[in-house]
């Protein structure tokens, strides 16, 4: 160890004529490391909480969807589509689709609700709804029931008021209203009940069979599009522009991003005024940090003049002063990652904190530390701190050593 940093340790070790002095260091090294603590946190739990909704979203909805324009059928079958999703990398399941608006009754209760007419084995590939049952199975009927059955959301049923096994009626809404023509309908019975936690979805997604939804809406060797799931969710974007690229009218190609905008818009403008308010908590610790070292120089100014005596020189007393000030943000700066840290763990081990599932679509408050944040959120409270004992570090090496030995 220098002398220089044995003399800085001993510096905030002593103890001050004026116990205030000391109270103000304590108080410097606390401030900081709630700060830091509480920006982790915080960051923590804005990225788990988009991590969630991002995981949710895409068990719905897959990474990308391709579609007819203005959301008209389009071939089931396509020499173009085959050859260009043939030619991108990373792709790791496809899903041929019917998504259309139907009106679902049982008894005298009738709600409208959105059709996602699938092949079984592959909504097992592209949603994660079949692990999300709570009654029932993710099926669509065996033997004479086959492609009879249908999968809908616990809010759904609890609003009509049915169980698997309940006999319902769907008619497609398109086909009301057509001259000459009668309502185009059918009897199914419910295999099974899930929940997400997204109320838009478990009040208003039905799942049914492919065949049985184009036999349903007069879709024959036509679908409303196809579900793309990649290996990586961040290539989403490029993937999505590479299929734009290759395909013509009338198709159309979103995210799964692109499809909920508005949402991660929201959560991304959100990181920024959270994320300054709880700065301040820090910026308070920062001013404490300039105070407590401003204390020390004026209480330590008799030892400043006996080290300019002794020969320590203008940049050794200003380097003195700066490791102190780098003393308290390390030390602040480490305790605040250990307690996010330890907080963290128990709010992933134990769910401490709950919240309402119905308006945030989960139970336990989410949380998830990203290492590059950690980090920044280290290194720019250690930057804050030393930037803090400049002007402390620059008043301590005017002290003259004839002056602060005569007035002490």
């Known amino acids: 160890m220098s002398l220089l940093a044995f003399i800085a340790r001993r510096h905030l070790r002593s103890k001050h004529s004026f116990s205030f002095i000391s109270l103000i260091s304590y108080l410097a090294v606390s401030g900081l ?18 991590n969630e909704v991002q995981k949710k979203i895409i068990s719905f909805d897959g990474h990308i969807r391709i579609r007819g324009f203005l959301d008209n059928a389009i071939p089931h ?19 041929p689709y019917i998504h259309r608006p139907a009106m679902i009754r049982s008894g005298d209760e009738t709600e409208s609700v959105f059709v996602e007419g699938i092949s079984l084995d592959a909504a097992k590939e592209v949603f994660g709804t079949p692990e999300m049952m709570t009654a029932g199975n993710f099926s669509f009927g065996t033997g004479a029931a086959e492609g009879r059955g249908i999968v809908l959301g616990e809010v759904l049923a609890r609003k009509l008021g049915i169980v698997p ?56 060797d036509l679908i409303s599009g196809e579900i793309v799931i990649l290996e990586d969710t961040e290539t989403a974007q490029a993937a999505a522009d590479a299929m734009e690229d290759g395909l013509s009218y009338p198709y159309t190609v979103a ?24 700065a301040l908590i820090a910026l308070i610790a920062i001013v404490n940090i300039t105070s407590s070292l401003t204390m020390i120089v004026m209480e330590k100014s008799r030892d400043v003049g006996v080290l ?40 992933l081990q134990f769910g401490l904190l709950k919240i309402s599932e119905d308006v945030y679509f989960m139970r336990e408050l989410p949380l998830a530390f990203v290492p590059h944040q950690v980090a920044l959120i280290a290194v720019t409270g250690l930057i804050l701190a030393l930037g803090a004992s400049i002007y402390p570090a620059w008043k301590s090496a005017g002290i003259l050593p004839a002056k602060a030995v005569r007035y002490e």
């Open 33 to 50: 490391a709630i700060g830091v603590a509480v920006l982790i946190l915080t960051m923590g739990i804005l990225t788990g909480f988009e």
């Open 77 to 95: 079958e396509s020499v173009q589509r085959e050859s260009v999703l043939a030619s991108i990398s990373g792709i790791l399941a496809r899903a």
């Open 165 to 220: 096994g309940s006999q319902v009626v769907l008619v497609s809404l398109e086909s009301i209203g057509l001259a000459g023509k009668p309502p185009r309908l059918g009897q199914y019975h419910v295999a099974g009940i899930y929940k997400t936690g997204l109320k838009e979805y478990d009040e208003s997604i039905l799942y049914m069979d492919l065949t049985g939804a184009q036999e349903l809406f007069d879709l024959h």
């Open 255 to 278: 995210t799964w991003k692109e499809r909920h905008y508005t949402l991660f818009s929201w959560l991304s403008v959100q990181k920024f005024p959270i994320t300054i308010i709880f």
């Open 308 to 347: 300019r005596a002794m020969g320590f020189s203008r940049n050794d007393i200003s380097r003195l002063f700066l490791m102190e000030g780098g003393i308290i943000g390390i030390t602040g700066v480490a305790s605040g990652i250990l307690i996010a840290l330890i907080l963290g763990y128990f709010q």
